[in-house]
């Protein structure tokens, strides 16, 4: 075993995500209390000619596959093996659409313990986390049994800029890795442009289950027309197909930062705070005094939506 | 296509969450259980797919819930031709334990696929499908939202982020993570389901709960003070409406 931090990194269409470098910087903090070196691995056609921007890992793993997409399987097949040949003390997963293939493979590939929803994790001496359960409801502190562990970092765990800063990597090409067969990469699809542009709107009254029921969407349409802005919408309002994927706010959706955002009994999972929380002004309304969304909120009123969308209404329309 | 789906009984969302005494789990004495929402698309989807495609849709939980059996019959009413509880009156167990249970049940059942919601909010130890590929070796795509059949297996839609998605061929059998089916997952009418209730349907197989080997202990777990961030507004709906228009004028929004 070594000291190592090794975190795999996402692209997608050429691009690190910033979940990679969330996850540089947090594997930076954690070199510094192992006393060991931040390794990056980068799978894919043009790992190669990628890794420059790695320039946070002290060493880049560049593995050259044929598919310069993700490949689930392939993929989390060659991670599986490149942690056991690296032998890294710590592996960083960032928890988002790959990590989500590659977490698991990569730790019953190699016997490791998996910790999952991490928000922050410790190395000083055990290997702790806390992590974050239940939609953001239940944080809880977790203890690594053994001293090696694979970690799956929720999104907003570490500062992105601190971990694309950083210098020039030693990149270590690995060329010829076979992975699992089973996945095939046939292509990549645009979402289709909705009506309107959720992104450059400056008031989003956003909807989430406490919505109930897709007649109900009205009134809170109306109310943002009338305050001059658009409705957006959380994943399980979109999932019912209430309203456009192109409304969706959070990590399958879009990242907003409107002047102001009104969410209407949203409960506020990671998944959503993540799209929403740079917003300039954020209000929130539900009924349960523990949703997750008050902690990101600088505005909160516990009630029951359907009391306060008529007085909203009524006070704007007079 | 044969596709076994995977439910499990996650506490409702919905409800105030209240922790044990030792402050390291939740207090389950009166919690209640929903089906886990992304494992009602995964049935959703696999219903689907056997409406267009034929085939059957076997539905395998484990009992840890009194709500399961009523989960297992909404299945059925919904379209699954079999269900399976494994054991009855188990404890909450880890991602790791469940896969394991899982896996032992799989091991007797013959399958194209196995479908399973992406995630579950208590899965601290990783999720349970995809550590169920990995223990079984099996092909897998997750955060799929959209999977069809074709000859050399099926052709299964992964989502990324800002809506773009990537299709993968995938060999069977595989196991799906589903993030959302094709439509949202289908009412029925609790007439269908006291039916399917009284068939006597549910097939229910013993099952001892798995040692521990996820190696995560929790020590300790606490609701965290959400009102930290927030300035909260006192008063009834008339109140919190003029509060809240007043907060909307001061970030600069001419109304």
């Known amino acids: 075993m070594s000291e190592d931090v090794l975190v795999i990194a996402e692209h997608l269409q050429g691009s690190f995500t910033d979940a990679t470098f969330e996850a540089l910087a947090i594997a930076r903090a954690l070199a510094s209390q192992t006393g060991g070196s931040v390794e990056a691995a980068v799978v894919g056609a043009n790992a190669e000619a990628m890794a420059a921007a790695l320039g946070g890992a002290d060493r880049i793993l560049a593995v050259v596959d044929g598919t310069a997409a993700f490949d689930p399987t392939g993929h989390s097949g060659i991670c599986a093996d490149l942690v056991s040949s690296r032998s890294p003390k710590i592996v960083l997963v960032p928890y988002t659409s790959v990590g989500m293939d590659v977490a698991s493979h990569i730790a019953i590939g190699n016997d490791l313990p998996l910790v999952s929803y991490c928000q922050s994790i410790d190395a000083e001496s055990d290997l702790t986390a806390t992590c974050q359960l239940y939609a953001g409801k239940i944080e809880a502190d977790v203890t690594v049994e053994g001293d090696r562990a694979v970690f799956a970092l929720l999104s907003g765990a570490g500062q992105a800029e601190a971990g694309r800063s950083g210098g020039v990597g030693e990149v270590e090409v690995l060329s010829e890795a076979a992975g699992a067969p089973g996945t095939t990469f046939i292509e990549l699809s645009e979402p289709e442009g909705g009506d309107v542009d959720i992104t450059t709107e400056e008031v989003l009254v956003v909807v989430g289950r406490g919505i109930e029921s897709e007649d109900n969407i009205e009134e809170a349409q109306e109310l943002a027309e009338a305050l001059g802005g658009a409705v957006a919408a959380s994943r399980p309002i979109i999932d019912q197909g209430w309203l456009a994927k192109s409304r969706q706010v959070g990590k399958s959706g879009l990242t907003v930062t409107p002047k102001v955002y009104l969410a209407l009994g949203v409960s506020g999972a990671p998944e959503h705070i993540e799209g929403m929380r740079d917003s300039s002004t954020i209000i929130a309304v539900n009924t349960d005094p523990q949703a997750p969304i008050f902690g990101v909120a600088h505005h909160g009123w516990v009630g029951d939506i359907f009391d306060l969308l008529p007085e909203l209404t009524d006070l704007l329309d007079n | ?255």
Request: glycine residues 8%; aromatic residues 4%.
């Open chain 2, 1 to 255: 296509m044969d596709i076994v789906v995977l439910l499990r009984a996650v506490p409702d969302p919905a409800e105030e969450l209240e922790l044990n005494e030792d402050e390291t789990d939740l207090d389950r004495d009166f919690l209640g259980y929903v089906l886990n929402e992304f494992d009602d698309h995964a049935l959703e989807e696999a219903i689907l797919l056997k409406e267009e495609a034929g085939g059957t849709v076997t539905v395998l939980a484990i009992g840890n819930a009194d709500e399961v059996p009523q989960m297992l019959h909404t299945a059925i009413a919904k379209g699954a031709d079999t269900a399976i509880q494994l054991g009855d009156d188990l404890p909450a167990l880890d991602s790791h334990a469940q896969a394991e249970l899982f896996a032992g049940a799989l091991a007797s059942l013959s399958y194209d696929a196995v479908f399973c919601g992406v995630q579950a909010t208590d899965e601290i130890d990783g999720q349970v499908g995809m550590l169920l590929s990995a223990r079984l070796g099996l092909p897998h795509v997750s955060v799929v939202v959209g999977a069809n059949p074709n000859d050399s297996g099926l052709r299964a839609t992964k989502e990324y982020w800002g809506g773009i998605t990537a299709d993968y061929q995938v060999s069977l059998p595989a196991v799906l993570g589903i993030q959302a089916a094709r439509q949202a997952p289908r009412y029925v009418a609790v007439s269908r389901i006291r039916q399917a209730q009284e068939s006597g349907a549910l097939n229910e197989v013993d099952a001892t709960p798995p040692a521990p080997s996820s190696r995560v202990r929790i020590d300790a777990v606490r609701i965290p003070d959400t009102g930290e961030g927030a300035a909260m507004i006192d008063g009834d709906e008339s109140a919190a409406a003029e509060r809240i228009l007043e907060i909307i004028r001061g970030a600069g929004v001419s109304v």
